[in-house]
């Protein structure tokens, strides 16, 4: 059986609702959430753990229409990550900053439509969209002239009914990495920034260039821990194809997705050789954190000369993971990153970074506690992306009517 549903513009169907552009004397510490760039993650979902604010006051009638809800569509208008989308999950009034869109479906199911403007093919139609190569950029206007197929709301219903199963156990998933990864942090401040380590009663403190520290640990630079950028292919390199790994398929924490290319195809940038346990920075504007670690990559994985590389050598890879991804070693790179336009940091400036070296027993049994929950973090990942791939594989089967939606009750 094969069916061919009307089509019609995402806008028919949809107010698409840019953010609005805030003073830059309206951000505050505490107050209104506001939902940026940075917080579309890049895996289907909006990472509100940390948000800036605008005071409560500036909740006027006229920015009513920028409020956030639980189970709203946005899109990434503008950079790396334009195109990308995430539903809202929230018990709290947000505001939508500029270049952020809200997709509200006003004459369509929203399960529906976030099941189209969700999957690869449409998240590729809006990066595609946006135009200039040094920042990509689109509007409201280019947003809502998408064509989207528009079967009749029961079928729209009985489809996203279907696929919202998928999406629970993705969200399940996702809640479950959150938890983890909770703990794992949670530990390394615990042991190696507030010191209440096993056995830390009976260790005394003495003097650092970093404060009081326990007794027996170092201060080191990061080049004596970890080989930064340790090796790349090149021109001669014998390989016939490579999974690629761009600086816009890295959100905080993840690696979303690889491109393989025949090598002769591959772009210029990939070059970066990676391997299990490897850390992935991205050294183009420190503070948006694209960083990642790398777990049991297919042969041949490469990366972007976007990224540096850290590999670590004296330390287990998940202290190496959580010692770069604090909030002070963000600063560190924030504050030494060069260039107005595209703010940078280089291989040195890893090398150089200062980092606490605890006990060589101490750092095992972190190691010990920690790859576990790395290695567990990696399958709910993998288990993520095949879900993603089931699902977006049964869109268009659902879609086309190869699957009949009409006898599946409503």
């Known amino acids: 059986m094969s069916t061919t549903w009307n089509t019609g513009r995402l806008g028919d169907v949809c107010r698409v609702v840019p953010g609005y552009a805030f003073k830059s004397s309206d951000w505050q510490a505490d107050g209104i959430p506001v939902v940026k760039i940075k917080n579309i993650t890049g895996n289907n979902s909006v990472d509100l753990a940390t948000t800036d604010c605008v ?112 999406d629970e156990l993705i969200e399940n998933s996702q809640r479950r990495i959150k938890i983890l990864d909770s703990m794992a942090r949670a530990l390394y401040r615990e042991w190696f920034v507030h010191f209440r380590f096993p056995g830390h009663e009976s260790v005394p403190r003495v003097p650092s260039p970093l404060g009081e520290i326990p007794q027996g640990w170092e201060v080191k630079k990061l ?48 070059r970066r050789i990676v391997q299990h346990g490897d850390m992935l920075w991205s050294c183009v504007r420190p503070n948006r954190r694209s960083y990642a670690q790398v777990m049991h990559p297919a042969p041949d994985t490469i990366a972007s000369t976007g990224f540096a590389v850290l590999t670590a050598t004296k330390v287990p890879f998940t202290f190496l993971f959580f010692a770069t991804t604090t909030d002070d070693f ?3 790179l924030t504050n030494n990153a060069t260039g107005a336009a595209y703010p940078a940091v280089t291989a040195p400036t890893f090398e150089k970074a200062d980092l606490l070296v605890p006990s060589v027993a101490l750092l ?44 599946i009750p409503s």
Do not use: C
């Open 55 to 166: 005071p409560q006051g500036l909740l006027t009638p006229k920015l009513q229409k920028f409020v956030v809800k639980d189970g709203d569509i946005l899109v990434a208008m503008t950079g790396a990550t334009a195109g990308k989308v995430g539903k809202v999950r929230t018990n709290r009034p947000l505001l939508l900053n500029q270049r952020v869109a809200k997709i509200a479906p006003v004459d369509a199911d929203p399960d529906f439509i976030w099941a189209i403007v969700s999957s690869q093919e449409y998240q590729e139609r809006f990066f595609y969209l946006a135009d200039g190569a040094a920042q990509p950029n689109m509007s409201g206007g280019q947003i809502e002239g998408v064509e989207v197929p528009l079967p009749p709301l029961p079928v729209q219903r009985r489809i996203a009914g279907i696929l919202t199963a998928y």
């Open 223 to 270: 080049s004596a821990v970890a080989e930064v950028n340790r090796s790349q292919i090149n021109a001669r390199s014998a390989l016939e194809a490579l999974h690629y790994i761009e600086i816009s398929s890295v959100s905080p924490g993840q690696i979303d997705s690889t491109t393989t290319y025949a090598f002769a195809d591959a772009p210029g940038r990939a």
């Open 330 to 332: 963000v600063a560190y």
């Open 364 to 407: 095992k049994k972190f190691g010990d506690v920690t790859i576990p929950i790395a290695e567990e973090i990696h399958t709910l990942q993998r288990q993520i992306q095949n879900l993603r791939r089931t699902r977006d594989l049964l869109l268009p089967r659902l879609l086309s009517g190869q699957i009949d939606v009409e006898a």
